[in-house]
């Protein structure tokens, strides 16, 4: 149990529509990066939000963003889905926005794309 | 763009067999991370390796940081069901730059 909720835990979407996802940081981490882990593949690092401001990005395309709330909780927003874009999408928190540090998974949203 | 490769990519083995798995990479790391994913949950931490050459062991899993701070081992001595999961490795490139994942190792050890 690390502490790291993320809601929701399965859902299906179509072609076309948007979606948001949830992460709810473990408790005195100021730091949450989301990742996209397709199947049988390994994460891939999409983005990173240190106190509310993004602080990193990886090689995903602008329908793809982020926000970072003062609780430090975040959201993931996906537009124009895509059938690529099924995958798990996991949320990591961690310490001060550092790159070096242990990462808390979630247990991640899967995301079904028809 | 730093790669990292894993390998073997699937390894079943039986209850009381040791096994070796690996990360490779073209590239140095500042660090390298072993992580555990079980099915429907997020990858768990097992071991960070910082220093070329660096051995840590966490009971019957032996880690290894190559010298030059490119590769990375991971030894299981007598693999029980319970080590049953995907084997992540994830790197730090010295720039400071996000974590890289390897495709992982799915590992099953059966009974």
């Known amino acids: 149990e690390t502490g790291v909720t993320q809601s929701p835990t399965h859902l299906i979407k179509t072609r076309g529509q948007q979606v948001t996802l949830r992460c709810s940081s473990q408790?005195?981490?100021?730091?949450v990066s989301w990742y996209q882990q397709a199947l049988g593949q390994g994460p891939q690092f999409i983005f990173q939000?240190?106190?509310?401001?993004?602080?990193g990005r990886g090689n995903f395309p602008p329908r793809f963003s982020g926000l970072q709330f003062p609780n430090y909780s975040s959201e993931l927003n996906v537009n124009a889905l895509e059938l690529d874009d099924s995958a798990l999408y996991l949320c990591?928190?961690?310490?001060?926005?550092?790159?070096?540090?242990?990462?808390?998974f979630g247990e991640g949203s899967r995301l079904t794309v028809l | 763009t730093q790669l990292l490769e894993q390998s073997p990519q699937f390894l079943s083995i039986q209850e009381g067999e040791n096994l070796t798995v690996y990360c490779n990479s073209s590239?140095?790391?500042?660090?390298l991370q072993w992580y555990r994913q079980e099915p429907g949950e997020g990858p768990v931490l097992l071991v960070t390796?910082?220093?070329?050459?660096e051995v840590k062991k966490l009971k019957r899993l032996t880690f290894q940081f190559g010298d030059a701070r490119k590769d990375s081992s991971l030894h299981i001595t007598a693999a029980q069901p319970g080590d049953t999961g995907l084997y992540l490795c994830?790197?730090?490139?010295?720039?400071?730059?996000?974590?890289?994942f390897g495709p992982g190792t799915r590992l099953s050890v059966l009974p």
């Open positions: 390796v910082v220093t070329g050459g």
């Open positions: 408790s005195g981490h100021n730091t």
């Open positions: 939000y240190y106190r509310e401001e993004e602080n």
């Open positions: 990591a928190s961690s310490l001060d926005g550092r790159y070096t540090g242990e990462l808390f």
């Open positions: 590239s140095v790391f500042s660090s």
């Open positions: 994830a790197g730090s490139p010295p720039d400071g730059q996000n974590f890289v």
